[in-house]
T-cell receptor, first 112, second 114 residues
Framework: NAGVTQTPKFQVLKTGQSMTLQCAQDMNHNSMYWYRQDPGMGLRLIYYSASEGTTDKGEVPNGYNVSRLNKREFSLRLESAAPSQTSVYFC???????????FGPGTRLTVT | GDSVTQMEGPVTLSEEAFLTINCTYTATGYPSLFWYVQYPGEGLQLLLKATKADDKGSNKGFEATYRKETTSFHLEKGSVQVSDSAVYFCALSDRDQAGTALIFGKGTTLSVSS
C-alpha cells in the first residue's frame, strides 16, 4: 500500500514550457486535491476532484488544468509555465465521509 | 470565508522545553480541525485531529483541544525533542466548503536544539 505517489520529485522548466505532474493513490479514495506550497503562504488549493469524472477550481486555479483520468489518478498540467508557478506541489486524497486528507511527497518545481 | 491563523515562527526551543503553537480559526459551519507536520524534505503527515467542540486530539506526546468558545486549537507538547523539528500546519475542513478541501494556516517552523 503505497498511499499517494507523485512524479516527478523535482523539475526545472523554462518559461513557456509545459509539463504534467502525475498523482496516483491506491486507497480507493473518491476525492483528490492539488495544492501548492509557497514560503509564508501555507498550502493553497489549486483544483480538486470530488469523484471520478468531476473537477472543480480551488483558490488559485489560473495557469493550471487538471484531468481525473480514473479513480486512482489525478494529473495537474501547466500549459505555459511562468516563474510565478515556482512552488512545491502536493497531491492529496480523501476517503468518502471522512475529513482527513493523505498527502503525497510533493513535486518541487522551478521555472526559470 | 473560512480561515486559519497560526502564530508566526520560527520557534526555537531547547530539548525538553514546553511547546505551544497558537492557532485560531474562522468558520461559518462546524469544521473539523487538524494539525499536520512536515519534516524537512517530506510531505505533510497528519499529526492529530478533532472533529467537534471539546474534543482533544493527541499523538506522539502532542495535544490540541477544540475550543469553540475561543475558536482555537492550540498545539502543545510537554517536552520537545530534537526530532520534533519540523513545520507545523494548523488546518480546518468544513463540509460546507466546496470539495471539503483543507484550509491551512501559514505554518510555524519549530527548531529544537540539544
Amino acid at each position: 500500500n503505497a498511499g499517494v505517489t507523485q512524479t516527478p520529485k523535482f523539475q526545472v522548466l523554462k518559461t513557456g514550457q509545459s509539463m504534467t505532474l502525475q498523482c496516483a493513490q491506491d486507497m480507493n479514495h473518491n476525492s483528490m486535491y492539488w495544492y501548492r506550497q509557497d514560503p509564508g503562504m501555507g498550502l493553497r488549493l489549486i483544483y480538486y476532484s470530488a469523484s471520478e469524472g468531476t473537477t472543480d477550481k480551488g483558490e488559485v486555479p489560473n495557469g493550471y488544468n487538471v484531468s481525473r483520468l480514473n479513480k486512482r489518478e489525478f494529473s495537474l498540467r501547466l500549459e505555459s509555465a511562468a516563474p510565478s508557478q515556482t512552488s512545491v506541489y502536493f497531491c492529496a486524497s480523501r476517503q468518502p465521509g471522512r475529513t482527513v486528507q493523505y498527502f503525497g511527497p510533493g513535486t518541487r518545481l522551478t521555472v526559470t | 470565508g473560512d480561515s486559519v491563523t497560526q502564530m508566526e515562527g520560527p520557534v526555537t526551543l531547547s530539548e525538553e522545553a514546553f511547546l505551544t503553537i497558537n492557532c485560531t480559526y474562522t468558520a461559518t459551519g462546524y469544521p473539523s480541525l487538524f494539525w499536520y507536520v512536515q519534516y524537512p524534505g517530506e510531505g505533510l503527515q497528519l499529526l492529530l485531529k478533532a472533529t467537534k467542540a471539546d474534543d482533544k486530539g493527541s499523538n506522539k506526546g502532542f495535544e490540541a483541544t477544540y475550543r469553540k468558545e475561543t475558536t482555537s486549537f492550540h498545539l502543545e507538547k510537554g517536552s520537545v525533542q530534537v526530532s520534533d523539528s519540523a513545520v507545523y500546519f494548523c488546518a480546518l475542513s468544513d463540509r460546507d466548503q466546496a470539495g471539503t478541501a483543507l484550509i491551512f494556516g501559514k505554518g510555524t517552523t519549530l527548531s529544537v536544539s540539544s
